[in-house]
């Protein structure tokens, strides 16, 4: 029975699904977006520091200084991880640009052009002579004019996750225009003297010019607001990822496939992740603003509760291999595999063990997991353990990256080391029964040399 699942597995849907991953667009998507984790990384930082004097004795110096400058430490922030769109679309477009064997950076620059057209600046004209002569004696007033910006100005709500997704279909929609242009013919080639980068500017100009127009007239003249219009029909998606049966489907499909030999992780992923920054930029944002922080389910909730050692919260089996294998195989893998799981690096578990197609290992492997995210998302939703705030370096030991995902919550740390600890529990019943096995056909290898 095993091994015809196995086949179906292998024959209908692992080759499928690795198309789906390998889709252009798809891949272009998901290289663009993982192009900015640095920036979302380091900026995460910024927000822990910001956010310190929430864990430290109010009457410390340190606490008073970062309380005073909590605006100035933010802004880092708000240039890199609060306008992550603005960084995403041009790695998209020069992602697909490059699968079609297009300039790069062209495809890139018009992929942003594309973006940026969609939001339309606004005049900010400056006051009146009345308004000033009466700021004059209004001391807060005068405040307010001091710190408005006259002139034109960009919202920036469109530059961040709100705009992602507008943001990946101007990217495609403009390196879409730019293959046409060059397949068809539709271009001003240069002789062959003429340097290679000033060739492409010039090749690039038709591609830009239908650009700058579509988009222009449709967001500009006609006035269609597109971002509205797709804030409306992505809520529903982004409500829908933040609860408890989302995070669990989520969670079995990628294990599931992971049991199969097939990267289950990236599949899913590549899908969920602009729905992820969504959520996690609104917390951030929220936590900056220092508001509540609405959502649970962002990325570094499944990274930090539910994937402690890599997929299939294997940081338990990794211990266990590593302190109570009596298989000479099983003491090997132990002290080769703990180490990277440590650092969430689970490949020498998952295909050393193996777990992939491994009937004993892959039931906690798909179970572990989905236990961890129920438990987490009961003690997070109640308010025992602080909400997601901030994107940890993904190869942190666990308890740290739970304390600077949650803001520098001790108690995402204390969660963390418990879901350890659990995951240890659930995987040794099925552990004890594989590491029998090997000691079985290690013995019966051993019995056979020597009748030999």
């Known amino acids: ?126 006051a009146s002579q009345a308004v000033k002569d009466l700021a004059a004696t209004t001391p807060d007033l005068q405040t307010f004019l001091d710190s408005v910006s006259y002139g034109w100005n960009l919202p920036m709500g469109n530059l961040g996750s709100a705009g992602m997704f507008i943001g990946i279909i101007a990217a495609i929609v403009a390196v879409e225009i730019f293959r046409f242009t060059e397949t068809k013919g539709f271009k001003i080639s240069m002789p062959p003297q003429v340097p290679t980068s000033v060739a492409r ?100 909730f499944y990274q930090w509760f539910i994937m402690i050692g890599g997929s299939g919260t294997t940081i338990g089996l990794a211990i266990l291999f590593l302190l109570r294998s009596k298989s000479a195989y099983g003491k090997t893998l132990g002290k080769t595999a703990f180490i990277p799981a440590v650092f969430n690096i689970n490949e020498p578990m998952i295909f050393g063990a193996p777990i992939v197609l491994n009937p004993i290992l892959m039931i906690p492997f798909v179970v572990t997991p989905m236990v961890s995210a129920t438990i987490a998302w009961f003690f997070t939703s109640i308010g025992w353990v602080g909400r997601v705030v901030a994107i940890a370096p993904w190869t942190l030991p666990g308890p740290i990256g739970a304390y600077l995902a949650t803001g520098g919550d001790w108690r995402g740390a204390a969660l963390n080391i418990f879901l350890i600890l659990l995951s240890v529990v659930i995987y040794y019943p099925f552990f004890k029964m594989y590491d029998n096995k090997l000691k079985a056909e290690e013995s019966a290898d051993v019995e056979n040399t020597e009748i030999a």
């Open 201 to 300: 500017s010039f090749e690039a100009l038709v591609p830009t010019a239908l650009i700058l127009v579509l988009i222009a007239t449709i967001t500009m003249w006609i006035g269609v607001d597109v971002h509205g219009i797709m804030s409306k029909l992505v809520a529903p998606l982004v409500s829908a990822t933040d609860t408890l049966p989302s995070v669990l489907v989520i969670i079995f499909l990628g294990m599931f496939f992971w049991t199969f030999g097939i990267h289950g992780w990236s599949i899913v992923g590549t899908l969920a992740r602009p729905l992820w920054l969504t959520l996690i930029d609104v917390n951030t944002a929220a936590a900056a603003a220092g508001e509540a922080i609405p959502h649970i389910g962002a990325e570094p």
């Open 1 to 126: 029975m095993f091994e015809k699942i196995s086949t179906f597995m292998d024959e209908k849907l692992s080759t499928p699904m690795a198309k789906v991953a390998e889709q252009r667009h798809l891949r272009a998507i998901r290289d663009g977006i993982i192009a900015t984790l640095p920036l979302i990384i380091v900026s995460s930082l910024f927000m822990v520091i910001a956010f310190l004097p929430n864990q430290l004795p109010k009457d410390w110096a340190l606490t008073e200084f970062i309380a005073t400058n909590q605006f100035k430490i933010l802004l880092p922030y708000r240039m890199s991880m609060f306008i992550m769109t603005l960084y995403a679309v041009f790695g998209i477009g020069y992602s697909l640009a490059r699968s079609y064997k297009l300039d790069g950076l062209s495809g890139g620059i018009m992929a942003e052009l594309a973006y940026l057209l969609t939001m339309i600046p606004k005049s900010v004209p400056q």
